[in-house]
């Protein structure tokens, strides 16, 4: 069974930094693309930043220069440095994955976790 955990979100002062990480565990095909999502209350989910198996990365626009994502080597393991947070950086962050679940082109599922709770507040 495939599964995602977060850890590493809390309560952090504007300007001050934090790092999330989300491992992947029950895969046995091989794991694709991942990334970061956020939810701030009364909001739709969003995207952070995502990277794939290659190692390329794309960030939101409110996010580039402030925030890093990056892979384990065994790349079942993803972090996001996030860095100069903000108050409107508040939100629960979500780690997502696409998994193989099977030998076909087209045999890939889409994962989430549970989400860490990131406060950024003085």
């Known amino acids: 069974q495939v599964q995602l955990v977060e850890s590493g979100g809390g309560l952090v002062q504007p300007g001050g930094s934090l790092r999330l990480r989300c491992a992947a565990s029950?895969?046995?095909?091989?794991?694709?693309?991942m990334g970061w999502y956020r939810q701030a209350p009364g909001k739709q989910r969003e995207l952070v930043a995502t990277?794939?198996?290659?190692?390329?990365?794309n960030y939101a626009d409110f996010v580039k220069g402030r925030f890093t994502i990056s892979r384990s080597e065994g790349k079942s393991i993803v972090y996001l440095q996030m860095n100069s947070l903000k108050p409107e950086d508040t939100a629960v962050y979500y780690c997502?994955?696409?998994?193989?679940?099977?030998?076909?082109?087209?045999?890939?599922?889409?994962?989430w976790g549970q989400g860490t709770q990131v406060t950024v507040s003085s």
């Open positions: 997502n994955a696409d998994v193989r679940v099977g030998l076909g082109a087209s045999s890939w599922s889409n994962y």
């Open positions: 029950g895969i046995v095909l091989g794991i694709g693309a």
């Open positions: 990277i794939t198996s290659d190692g390329g990365t």
